[in-house]
């Protein structure tokens, strides 16, 4: 049972600012002051915050998969028009004004407003110059264990959140408790080790503050929210992205010594909505279908579009397409049934993302959980962190060998170079259509040496040129232009141009090359 999703209080207080995006004082007729007064209201506001994920990843995918050499935007034609954000992420020349990115932002920071009033209300306080937090005394009548546990989800939540948007965005505004409008007027954007700061602090007391029971000691109701051990995955992510390996390897190793979380047998059943929650999934943002308002929209957004109920009831909006090089790199992988289906036969099949596609009764109300952070992450997490050297091939034949697929050794794996390739390759077709891709392209850059976001990019626009993206809508872009949009600054996405715009107070600088 889906506990966590059937209380949605929080969408109740209060909206943002219609000036101030980061505005994020609470402002409704619902008493924030007074409704915090027993366990069982704060865990009512926490279940706000966990479904308050849902709004921010229906546009992440866009950022990340998207703009990737995992997918493309839809069929090309008369799709290029209808869809004219999507396509223009696609090929990397999105405007500081596109809704999807503002869309995107403002999800994000609503929930990070509505975490940090509860982690207020729990007395949490944190000190920006030490990079440490301060529980602070409370009137609410419940144990300092539970106030810890509560604390520590609400800050694994805001990490994820934060994580997001500085790997996005760069330096973003930090906002780590409720502030009132002349305050936020007065906020510029922080530095990103400021924001890797706040990252860090969290996910450490989260995951000191939280159980950190075996996965088999979890009770069934409980699973679905943070726990030490997914902390302590995403701070490992986290610890990659900064370049802190030998940090990351202690978390990892901890992580698959005592949690008691492990590979399912068949890949399938990872994703599957009668297996939810199974000892794979560390942390998934989930969904509950059934017209409640908390069903997954993506069965019905990646389906193709024109297959009617054929793939599923109520037609797709054939987003985010498989590329012909994913298709074909998956030849042969036990994984591939999963995730990438086909509809039509000949010239016109539609390759579509099949990985979140649970059966719907009404339109865009799917059950399928999105997954987060999985142990074969954890598991191609530490080789990343090891490096060359058998300890870390066999932890990628580990996940292999679930795909059907032969393993490694250091005669076929004979170098740096060709150790790092198979790293990226997996972490490529496992978690694919996870989000992942975009955020391991970009990391490599300086954790790998052999791939880069901006090459990969432009191999992929290669790759799809003739078949697909030459059949655009004029004005059509050349090969040669589509590579040339590809460049350092482009990694990251424009600031919000509205963001900018309403402040009347601060020069809010703008991401170079927008």
């Given at each position: 049972m889906k506990r966590i999703h059937y209380i949605v209080l929080l969408g109740c207080f209060g909206l943002f600012s219609c000036k101030k995006v980061i505005d994020l004082y609470p402002q409704s007729n619902l008493n924030t002051g007074t409704y915090y007064s027993n366990l069982d209201e704060v865990k009512a506001a926490l279940a706000g915050c966990y479904n308050g994920m849902q709004r921010s990843l229906s546009n992440e995918w866009q950022f990340t998969e998207l703009r990737s050499d995992n997918a493309k935007q839809g069929a090309p034609g008369s799709t290029a028009s209808a869809n004219r954000d999507y396509s223009d992420l696609d090929m990397f020349i999105p405007s500081p004004s596109q809704q999807q990115i503002y869309n995107y932002w403002l999800a994000t920071y609503n929930?990070?407003?509505?975490?940090?009033?509860?982690?207020?209300?729990?007395?949490?306080?944190?000190?920006?110059?030490?990079?440490?937090?301060?529980?602070?005394?409370?009137?609410?009548?419940?144990?300092?264990?539970?106030?810890?546990?509560?604390?520590?989800?609400?800050?694994?939540?805001?990490?994820y959140h934060y994580f997001n948007l500085v790997r996005l965005f760069g330096g973003v505004f930090l906002v780590h408790e409720p502030i009132s409008p002349t305050a936020a007027l007065q906020m510029n954007r922080a530095t990103a080790a400021d924001i890797f700061k706040l990252i860090e602090a969290d996910l450490v007391t989260g995951a000191a503050s939280m159980d950190n029971l075996k996965f088999s000691q979890i009770l069934a109701a409980n699973r679905g929210r943070a726990t030490s051990w997914a902390a302590k995955g995403l701070l490992a992510k986290v610890y990659l992205t900064l370049g802190r390996k030998n940090d990351a390897v202690t978390l990892l190793q901890d992580v698959i010594t005592n949690s008691g979380y492990s590979l399912q047998p068949v890949y399938a059943n990872v994703f599957s909505i009668s297996n939810e929650m199974n000892s794979e999934i560390l942390f998934a943002v989930r969904y509950k279908a059934g017209g409640i308002g908390l069903g997954s929209h993506f069965g019905n957004t990646f389906a193709p579009i024109g297959s009617g109920s054929a793939v599923i009831n109520g037609d797709g909006d054939g987003l985010n397409y498989p590329t012909a090089e994913l298709d074909t790199l998956t030849n042969g992988d036990l994984r591939k049934?999963?995730?990438?289906?086909?509809?039509?036969?000949?010239?016109?099949?539609?390759?579509?993302?099949?990985?979140?596609?649970?059966?719907?009764?009404?339109?865009?109300?799917?059950?399928?959980?999105?997954?987060?952070?999985?142990?074969?992450?954890?598991?191609?997490?530490?080789?990343?962190?090891?490096?060359?050297?058998?300890?870390?091939?066999?932890?990628?034949?580990?996940?292999?060998?679930?795909?059907?697929?032969?393993?490694?050794?250091?005669t076929t794996l004979s170098s740096v170079a060709l150790f790092e390739q198979a790293l990226s390759t997996e972490r490529r077709i496992e978690f694919a259509f996870e989000n992942q891709r975009w955020f391991d392209l970009v990391r490599f850059n300086t954790t790998l040496t052999t791939v880069t976001a901006e090459q990969s990019i432009k191999d992929h626009y290669a790759d799809e040129y003739a078949a697909h993206y030459r059949l655009y809508l004029p004005p059509t872009p050349t090969l040669a232009e589509l590579q040339g949009y590809i460049t350092r600054d482009k990694l990251l996405l424009p600031i919000p141009q509205r963001e900018i715009d309403n402040n009347t107070q601060l020069v809010i600088p703008q991401n170079p090359g927008y």
């Open positions: 929930n990070i407003r509505n975490i940090n009033i509860v982690l207020q209300k729990l007395g949490v306080v944190y000190d920006e110059a030490a990079g440490t937090f301060t529980f602070n005394a409370i009137t609410i009548p419940i144990s300092e264990a539970d106030r810890k546990q509560l604390a520590g989800e609400a800050m694994f939540l805001r990490a049934p999963t995730l990438i289906g086909v509809y039509g036969t000949g010239t016109a099949a539609k390759w579509y993302v099949k990985k979140f596609l649970s059966p719907v009764t009404i339109v865009d109300d799917g059950e399928s959980d999105w997954p987060v952070l999985r142990y074969a992450d954890i598991l191609l997490m530490l080789a990343e962190a090891q490096g060359y050297g058998q300890p870390a091939i066999d932890l990628i034949n580990s996940v292999r060998v679930r795909a059907g697929l032969p393993n490694h050794t250091l």
